[in-house]
T-cell receptor
Framework: AQSVTQPDIHITVSEGASLELRCNYSYGATPYLFWYVQSPGQGLQLLLKYFSGDTLVQGIKGFEAEFKRSQSSFNLRKPSVHWSDAAEYFCAVGRMDSSYKLIFGSGTRLLVRP | GAGVSQSPSNKVTEKGKDVELRCDPISGHTALYWYRQSLGQGLEFLIYFQGNSAPDKSGLPSDRFSAERTGGSVSTLTIQRTQQEDSAVYLC???????????FGDGTRLSIL
């Protein structure tokens, strides 16, 4: 069965520092991959997606992610974090034959130090 | 443009009561999805609709849970005889079609006393 692992429950970075959030998935074929962000009391906002093609994808708010098939990873990066980026981040996987059923990781809570 | 709208935003009810949660998808989106977000289980897929039909109900946790969608638009998730373990945030999402990115509403926070 497919699964998604976000190994970091919490990450704290200083404002202006770079950020990398890790995501590893388990799935036999090439999956659809997503990163969502959730602010307190709100729903999930799509940051970026990978379906096929270029393995480095650009998203909103200055985020990017790189699909590495050999490592089964889809890590999220941002070169300079802003205080408003503090939120919870979820990586999700969709199978090509049932892409509607997203499997989510457990999330990483990002704290930003002033 | 309007996003996915869910109501109520919060619902507190007594154990054993029935509850209805409503989702109004983005106009023109044919696919609609329900997820549950709880502390112990994270985000779980419940059910999805393509038009008015629900090809996959496999995520519904028990027969107390049901959902319908009418007119290819609004959907209602109904939980009968609520239990404390039903306490969670219920999120609705919609997409232009399956295989397209899902856009989420702000959720309904359900608390069972």
């Amino acid at each position: 069965a497919q699964s998604v692992t976000q190994p970091d429950i919490h990450i704290t970075v200083s404002e202006g520092a770079s950020l990398e959030l890790r995501c590893n998935y388990s799935y036999g074929a090439t999956p659809y991959l997503f990163w969502y962000v959730q602010s307190p009391g709100q729903g999930l906002q799509l940051l970026l997606k990978y379906f096929s093609g270029d393995t480095l994808v650009q998203g909103i708010k200055g985020f990017e992610a790189e699909f590495k098939r050999s490592q089964s990873s889809f890590n999220l990066r941002k070169p300079s974090v802003h205080w408003s980026d503090a939120a919870e981040y979820f990586c999700a996987v969709g199978r090509m034959d049932s892409s509607y059923k997203l499997i989510f990781g457990s999330g990483t809570r990002l704290l930003v130090r002033p | 443009g309007a996003g996915v709208s869910q109501s109520p935003s919060n619902k507190v009810t007594e154990k054993g009561k029935d509850v209805e949660l409503r989702c109004d998808p983005i106009s023109g989106h044919t696919a609609l999805y329900w997820y549950r977000q709880s502390l112990g289980q994270g985000l779980e897929f419940l059910i999805y609709f393509q038009g008015n039909s629900a090809p996959d109900k496999s995520g519904l946790p028990s027969d107390r849970f049901s959902a319908e969608r009418t007119g290819g638009s609004v959907s209602t998730l109904t939980i009968q005889r609520t239990q404390q373990e039903d306490s969670a945030v219920y999120l609705c999402a919609s997409s232009v079609d399956i295989n397209q990115p899902q856009h989420f509403g702000d959720g309904t926070r359900l608390s069972i006393l």
